[in-house]
Structure formats: C-alpha cells, structure tokens
C-alpha cells in the first residue's frame, strides 16, 4: 500500500512513522524503517534495510541497500549513496557550487558519489562534484572539497588525508605517512591491504 504525506496507510514491507511524509512514487525497499518528521520525495529510490533518522530529508535520488542516515540530513538531488553508507548526524551535501537565492541553478546541479561501505562524520560537509571511494572514512566536522580515495581517512578544514581505515573502520597503521608500497594488517579484524601509487587495495 502506498503511504501519502501524514496518512495512515504504509506499505507492509517497511516502516514509516505516523509523522514521516513520503510521496506518490517513492520507492523504498523491504525492512526499510523511515522516522519522525522524514520526508522522501517521489523521485527517490531507497534500498532495502535502510534506516533514516529524525528529520530526514532525501530528494529525487538513488540510496542503496543498508544505508544508515542520521537524524537531521538532507540528501539533495545529485547525491548518489551506494550500499552500506553511514551518513552521520546533522552532515551536510550540498549540489551547488555557487549558489543565490535569485539565480536558478537547477540545472547546474554537481553529481556526488559515496561508494559502497563509505563513513561520513557528524557535521561534516561534502562540497558537490566529489567521489567518495568505498571505505572511505570522513572525520566529524570535515569539508571535503574533492574525490577522497577508497580505505582513505580524511579530516580537517578542507579536509586531508591522515591515514587509512580498513573496511571494519580500524585505523590501519599510527602514521599518516607509511611508505610508498607498504602493507598492513587489521589488528581488529586481520584483512590485508597494500599500497601501490597512493592509492590502498584490499588483498
């Protein structure tokens, strides 16, 4: 059954509470739960086993299978997550580079990618046009102004690369600096990774 904005009616294969508004055309897959004040546009296409918090907003945009949004974001059109995206509390997308309130830019809109697995921080902000490689990891309260590599932890004000995670979220290795050609274990988990020309691949 469809669920039109404050009705009652909801589909039998996910929850949305009483206060979330999800309009005509929306499609959200099975196990999904949609919370408080949520609102889903009719162009949007969620996964199945997502969870949006209070306060979300998602716009005419494509969300894998087993997204996790925090309460209080807004994923605008342009934003694409792929499975297994963790977006933190009250973190920012933007799909304008130069925006004002008296030109209309719609069709100027960036295209931002989180690839499968990727962590992004409460409070921090993606700048539109940027890829997020699988794994990533994005610190509380960076601004990431451009592509960020797979397995990459990021932070900072615009943001820089202070090392790597693993797919577990482990910090693998204390130094941000480990040699060229490296590789590395997990001591949490005991995946293997190596580095070759900047970029880390799992082994």
């Known amino acids: 059954m469809d669920k039109n904005c404050y009705g009652e009616l909801m589909s039998m294969s996910y929850f949305a509470h009483e206060s979330a508004c999800i309009d005509d055309g929306a499609s959200i897959g099975d196990g999904t739960k949609i919370w408080h004040f949520c609102h889903v546009m009719g162009g949007a296409t969620i996964g199945k086993n997502c969870v949006l918090g209070q306060n979300v907003f998602v716009g005419n945009v494509r969300l894998g299978d087993n997204v996790r949004v925090q309460n209080n974001v807004s994923i605008y059109d342009g934003v694409t997550l792929e499975d297994h995206v963790f977006c933190g509390p009250s973190m920012v997308f933007t799909n304008v580079l130069n925006p004002r309130a008296e030109v209309n830019r719609k069709h100027e809109f960036k295209e931002t990618r989180v690839m ?18 699988e794994y990533a990891f994005v610190a509380a309260g960076a601004v990431v102004r451009g592509d960020v590599p797979a397995y990459a932890l990021v932070a900072g004000v615009p943001a820089g690369r202070m090392g790597w995670t693993c797919r577990c979220g482990e910090r693998l290795g204390a130094d941000a600096k480990l040699p060229s050609g490296f590789r590395v274990q997990c001591t949490s988990c005991g995946d293997e990774y190596g580095e070759a020309n900047g970029l880390l691949r799992r082994r």
């Open 116 to 133: 499968r697995g990727a962590t992004i921080g409460a409070n921090a902000t993606i700048v539109c046009g940027a890829t997020l490689g």
